[in-house]
Nanobody
């Protein structure tokens, strides 16, 4: 079965950095597009970034463009989100997502808190 396990969240100061990881299994990772989403308290879940199967295409939300970088290691079945220059408004639960065989799968999420 499809499994997505996020890690790497935590507390960071404004201007700081965190690196999130999402370990995937149960589907052909190397040929599947992967996405990161986030959901802040009281807000809807929003797309942060996605990456094509080969990594050649990456797209970001305007709010994180230039600060976050999505990448993947197909040999390790893992997708990453490097977050730099963090802001308090980046505080949210971050989720890994994949669409596979007409279904959408989510990880359990990892909390990111940006505060001084």
């Amino acid at each position: 079965q499809v499994q997505l396990v996020e890690s790497g969240g935590g507390l960071a100061q404004p201007g700081g950095s965190l690196r999130l990881s999402c370990a995937a299994s149960g589907f052909p990772f190397s040929i599947t597009r992967m996405s990161w989403y986030r959901q802040a308290p009281g807000k809807e879940r929003e797309l942060v970034a996605y990456i094509s199967s080969s990594g050649g295409i990456r797209n970001y939300a305007d709010s994180v463009q230039g600060r976050f970088t999505i990448s993947r290691d197909n040999a390790k079945n893992t997708v990453y989100l490097q977050m730099n220059s963090l802001k308090p408004e980046d505080t949210a639960v971050y989720y890994c997502k994949v669409d596979y065989q007409t279904r959408t799968y989510w990880g359990q999420g990892t909390q990111v808190t940006v505060s001084s």
